[in-house]
């Protein structure tokens, strides 16, 4: 049986204080002097007093809670990140409540249970899902996108990448390199971030006269590249594959060994998403990656923003992380 502790007035009553001066040393944002809020906080531990978050969302409407939309977290590029984000969270006493789905047979019952625990916050991050979708779910909730989807117009907060430039620097390395016949492994036909990725690659192509050779349709994981590459390799021999992501990269890395096919000399291997595992010596992958850590700064800072305050975009351009499996790795000026 549990013990039962003490009651907020019990314990404003112990220390001499009122339940008002309580509620305020357990608000990270509230004005108390330290010392109170010390003594205060020493005599909860002592008398195993918890204040009542659900009882204080009722009184001041905010619960402190956010939603994280996301498709899997067994994907090491959106559990990097979701480590980044939710440490920044917890940081400012905001509660992460984790909704994974693209496996959910049922997305938006999923999110409408996720909706009766009165979420302040959705970072929307799945592109499994629409944001008119986690609108109409959320109503009551400040949306922030990090999906890639177009806002075409839509009045809420975003934060996406821009790899222009860092797709541009690896294009020209690799042509410089003497390479012509270029290969796209996408994940998701319907991911607007895969469309974003294959249309810079082409941008960057185009400017010296070429063009993927052919695109080839994976999943994202590690034995999709392998097999995909291991069927590609054995018709054609591309200078180049790029890759959706790191674990598809990492794939074809493996698939080429086991064909007996350089890298790089042979063929050099692109990844995207920055992932720890792909910077490993024994992969040393060449991936497009966001600026470390600041993506999920900005979404924790969007958060803090008062719910009066207007929409915000925030775009970040995109690093390149060098590895061997693009060759020599350039020098920096």
Request: glycine share 8%; aromatic share 4%.
């Given at each position: ?246 674990l598809m990269a990492i794939g074809v ?35 497009i990656m966001p600026p470390p850590g ?23 351009d995109c690093v390149v992380r060098w ?11």
């Amino acid at each position: 049986m549990r013990r039962k502790g003490l009651t907020s007035v019990e314990l404003a009553k112990l220390a001499g204080v009122s339940s008002a001066t309580i509620s305020r040393a357990f608000s990270a944002d509230s004005s108390i002097k330290p010392k109170t809020r010390e003594r205060i906080l020493a005599l909860a531990d002592e008398h195993g007093f918890r204040p009542n978050a659900m009882a204080r969302s009722l009184n001041n409407s905010q619960s402190r809670l956010v939603a994280l939309v996301v498709n899997t977290v067994a994907n090491p590029a959106e559990g990097e990140g979701l480590d980044q984000l939710i440490h920044h969270l917890q940081a400012r006493e905001r509660m992460p409540l984790l909704l994974c789905c693209a496996n959910h047979e049922d997305r938006s019952q999923l999110m409408r249970i996720a909706s009766t625990y009165q979420v302040d916050h959705v970072v929307l991050c799945s592109d499994a899902v629409s944001i008119d979708d986690a609108v109409d779910i959320f109503r009551s909730a400040e949306l922030v996108v990090a999906s890639s989807e177009p806002l075409d117009g839509r009045a809420v907060s975003d934060v996406r990448l821009d790899a222009g430039a860092a797709t541009a620097e690896i294009v020209d390395h690799l042509v410089a390199q003497g390479r012509r016949h270029f290969v796209y492994l996408s994940g998701r036909a319907s991911s607007h971030i895969d469309k974003q990725r294959m249309g810079w690659f082409a941008t960057a192509l185009k400017a010296h006269g070429l063009a993927f050779d052919i695109v080839e349709h994976g999943d994202y994981s590690y034995d999709s590249g392998y097999k995909e590459a291991a069927l590609l390799l054995r018709r054609m021999r591309p200078d180049v594959l790029v890759c959706a992501n790191d674990l598809m990269a990492i794939g074809v890395k493996d698939a080429a060994a086991l064909l007996g096919i350089n890298v790089p000399g042979d063929l050099a291997i692109v990844g995207h998403d920055g992932v720890a595992v792909a910077g490993w010596d024994s992969h040393s992958i060449t991936t497009i990656m966001p600026p470390p850590g600041e993506v999920s700064a900005a979404l924790a800072d969007i958060i803090e923003r008062g719910p009066s305050e207007p929409p915000v975009q925030r775009v970040f351009d995109c690093v390149v992380r060098w590895g061997r499996s693009t060759g020599e790795i350039p020098r920096r000026g």
